[in-house]
């Protein structure tokens, strides 16, 4: 009959066992995340619905009354800017007149969608 001390250690190697597979299946399902961004949109998606376990980073870079300005880096390696402005200004041209704004700054690594750099999406109101 197994000893106590024998029952521990197994059932310890059994947890330890499960874990590294429990770890091995979230990092399968972090690359598997990397490859389906089908769309540069999703980063702006993924953004707005602030879904902060898929962004590495963020980091404010223009924060005044009337615009903001913040920098979003992926797992992937993308870099998205987040832009927002209360309203443009009166001779701005289409290109500025918008409320919200994203731009992929650095597509992925590797990045099999060919994803090229230049505004995502773009929210007037």
């Known amino acids: 009959m197994p000893s106590f001390a024998g029952n521990v250690q197994n059932a310890l190697t059994d947890l330890i ?9 979230q990092k399968t399902v972090k690359i598997s995340n990397r490859v389906t961004m089908q769309d540069a949109e999703e980063y702006a998606e993924i953004i707005i619905r602030d879904e902060t376990e898929r962004i590495v980073s963020e980091k404010p870079t223009v924060y005044s009354d009337h615009k903001i300005e913040r920098i979003y880096e992926f797992e992937d390696g ?7 402005q209360t309203r443009p200004a009166e001779n701005a041209s289409n290109a500025e007149n918008y409320n919200h704004r994203f731009t992929l700054i650095t597509p992925p690594s590797p990045n099999p969608c060919k994803f090229e750099t230049g505004v995502i999406k773009a929210i007037n109101y």
């Open 78 to 84: 993308a870099v998205v800017k987040y832009e927002w």
């Open 17 to 25: 066992f499960r874990s590294r597979l429990v770890r091995a299946a």
